[in-house]
């Protein structure tokens, strides 16, 4: 049960950690139990400041979400390799060594696709993980995450303390960033379909051939699938979470244009890269392990954030 346990979530203020707090709370742990480190008190890449906020919070759960670049696009990663690295390196290896030094009962921490070898097959399992080098471009982010992945191992093991990684797939939803330089597929997605119809573009450019497929995980899914783990899971072993189904781009352009009511035409430039052709996890272990499977289909989601963006972003 979690509803006696204080527990402290690392970017409890992003788009997934909103979210998480919501369902801490559907699950009957009260406010006051949960304890949101803001980043202009605490900057978690900081050893001190990693140390008084667990002075500042006795916390018996940690789940970690906090994630510097976490949620902007590829973009990003281009320009800032080392700070994403170092960043998120240093905050998991400050996190895990200061939760065991506060006898902390059990870390969660929030992995990435992008931690994935390359070349692996389709759809990513677990076990490997370690089988390659992740995208160039996402690696140092992906790498950074891996590291956490044996210091928690390595810790289980000298100290016992239990800890947990949960990899989720590409989330989208209510609250993600629309911002245009940093934004993921789906919000980017969104955003330039508003602005051409805004514009009364006649048509849209889309790169690639749309033959390309990607999984989607609506954040609520997710945000229930990392509760349902803090409270039943206790393994080393990553664990995916995710719908276990890919999507050609195609048909997500084609549905958020639908769902939008944008009438232009969707122009595919197959001379721009798509990147890798497919993207999909394997979650039988989820399954096995939890009982979570997502609940939200891909057109509920994709509408709720639309709606979400007309309501709240579009100007």
Request: charged share 30%; aromatic share 10%.
């Amino acid at each position: 049960m979690l509803n006696d346990k204080k527990i402290i979530v690392t970017g409890g203020n992003g788009f997934l950690g909103r979210h998480v707090i919501e369902e801490l709370k559907n699950n009957g742990v009260p406010e006051k139990n949960i304890f949101v480190p803001r980043q202009k008190e605490y900057d978690l890449s900081k050893k001190e400041d990693m140390q008084r906020m667990f002075r500042d919070f006795k916390g018996e759960i940690v789940i970690h979400l906090a994630a510097h670049g976490g949620s902007f696009g590829i973009k990003y990663y281009k320009e800032h390799p080392g700070k994403v690295f170092y960043n998120n390196a240093v905050m998991g290896i400050f996190l895990l060594e200061e939760a065991r030094k506060n006898n902390v009962e059990k870390v969660v921490i929030i992995g990435t696709g992008l931690a994935y070898p390359k070349d692996a097959s389709i759809p990513y399992r677990e076990e490997d993980l370690w089988a390659g080098y992740p995208e160039e471009t996402g690696a140092p982010y992906g790498i950074a995450s891996r590291l956490l992945v044996t210091q928690a191992a390595s810790y289980r093991k000298e100290y016992g303390l239990n800890t947990i990684y949960v990899i989720p797939a590409n989330l989208y939803g209510p609250g993600d960033n629309f911002e245009p330089e940093v934004a993921h597929v789906m919000p980017a997605l969104i955003t330039k379909i508003a602005t051409a119809k805004k514009q009364k573009k006649e048509s849209i450019e889309m790169w690639g051939s749309g033959k390309a497929s990607r999984e989607f995980l609506y954040v609520k899914d997710a945000a229930k699938a990392i509760i349902l783990a803090t409270k039943n899971y206790n393994s080393s072993e990553p664990l995916n979470i995710g719908t276990g189904k890919d999507t050609p781009l195609k048909k997500i352009v084609e549905t958020v244009a639908y769902l939008m009511d944008y009438k232009g035409k969707i122009v595919w430039d197959s001379s721009k890269p798509e990147g890798q052709r497919r993207r999909c996890f394997d979650v039988t272990k989820a399954k096995k392990e939890l009982g979570f499977e997502a609940e939200i289909s891909l057109e509920e989601g994709i509408k709720e954030t639309v709606e979400y963006y007309k309501t709240n972003i579009a100007k």
